[in-house]
């Protein structure tokens, strides 16, 4: 039976694209969404030339089967001439994405935030782009002593303190701020094993040079006072002497200790990722792909030997005129949670 061809739906500032040849939409659980698709080039067309003028970041928006996946901002456009065709290239991310690239407006500065919760630095840090802060959990104790550098992007400043609170950062589908925490798993919204449809590929990647035997987390100095210091052993790595240590800028001494177990969690995640391709962008009950649920994998051939629950972090629909694929982006359960696996694949 083929498979369902979705609809797919581009509009730049508010006009329906339709020219497109192929599009990728990328949704992720610790970070923005993005899309990139490609077009005919026809410069001798005003409408085209005005459309994808450089610099003028309209505002873009994609939808598949009516449903909003993606608001966001055209970026990217980069046309490609060659001897028998031109094709342009436009990329864009979710309203959100400008945080990954940009610094608080000097206006803005003095900023305090110390005393306040990771909601309220958030949704400060956030306003001079009208962006709106959605929290799926709780945001914790307010961080006593928190300071943002002018020359400090707002995204990366966010991640640290969302990752001493055991929280991730995605966006909403309304292209709003969202803080939330990774799944814990246990309800598992496919099964795919190797040699068996929907599974097309699987390929597994090890990043030896990010695992360590332990990890150690520091808390500033402050005047009159010692630091905290904390390490957490990681039991699976007994007999060779790899040693992190990290500093926690913004964390009081008794939360060191969940900091640390944390980045010890985060250490697998960094460590294993696989890549899962199927060419459905829905699982068996319907749903679209989404980040932040999870599925039983059992490929043998990508020493993953076990049934293995792995969390879904990042998800790229792929789509030409006349075929489509979902590309699958996993890591375990607690890459974001800090918590370490009981049994990993190859075990």
């Not at 046309?79 to 031109?86: F, K, N, Q």
């Not at 709106?132 to 400090?152: K, L, T």
Request: hydrophobic share 40%.
């Amino acid at each position: 039976m083929p498979e369902r061809i979705e609809d797919v739906a581009i509009l730049i500032d508010q006009q329906r694209w339709r020219a497109w040849q192929s599009v990728d939409i990328t949704l992720e659980l610790d970070s923005f969404a993005s899309v990139t698709f490609t077009s005919p080039w026809e410069p001798e067309r005003r409408a085209m030339r005005e459309t994808f003028r450089p610099f003028s970041f309209k505002p873009l928006d994609v939808l598949i089967g009516g449903e909003r996946l993606f608001t966001g901002t055209l970026v990217g456009v980069a046309p490609t001439v060659e001897p028998d065709s031109r094709t342009l290239q436009a990329s864009g991310y979710s309203l959100p994405g400008v945080l990954v690239d940009a610094m608080e407006p000097a206006s803005a500065f003095p900023l305090e935030l110390s005393g306040l919760t990771l909601r309220q630095i958030a949704e400060k840090l956030v306003e001079p782009w009208g962006l709106s802060v959605q929290m799926e959990a709780p945001d914790g104790a307010p961080f006593r002593r928190v300071a943002i550098n002018p020359d400090q992007r707002v995204y990366s400043f966010l991640v640290d303190l969302a990752q001493q609170r055991g929280l991730v950062i995605s966006d909403t589908a309304e292209g709003g701020v969202r803080f939330l925490q990774s799944s814990p798993g246990g309800e598992p919204v496919a099964w795919l094993r190797e040699g068996e449809q929907p599974l097309l590929n699987v390929s597994p990647s090890f990043d030896p040079q990010s695992y360590f035997s332990e990890i150690t987390g520091l808390a500033k100095t402050r005047v009159g006072r010692g630091g905290t210091k904390y390490t957490v052993q990681n039991d699976r790595l007994s007999g060779v002497l790899r040693p992190h240590t990290f500093t926690l800028g913004d964390t009081d001494g008794a939360d060191v200790p969940a900091a640390t177990r944390a980045k010890l969690g985060r250490m697998f995640g960094n460590a294993l990722a696989v890549q899962a391709d199927v060419p459905t962008w829905r699982t068996n009950d319907g749903a679209l792909w989404q980040p932040n649920s999870t599925l039983i994998l059992e490929a043998p051939g990508a020493m993953i030997f076990r049934e293995t629950e792995f969390l879904i972090r990042t998800v790229t629909f792929h789509q030409e005129k006349k075929s489509q694929s979902a590309t699958l982006g996993l890591v375990l359960p607690g890459a974001f949670s800090g918590e370490i696996p009981e049994v990993l694949p190859w075990d």
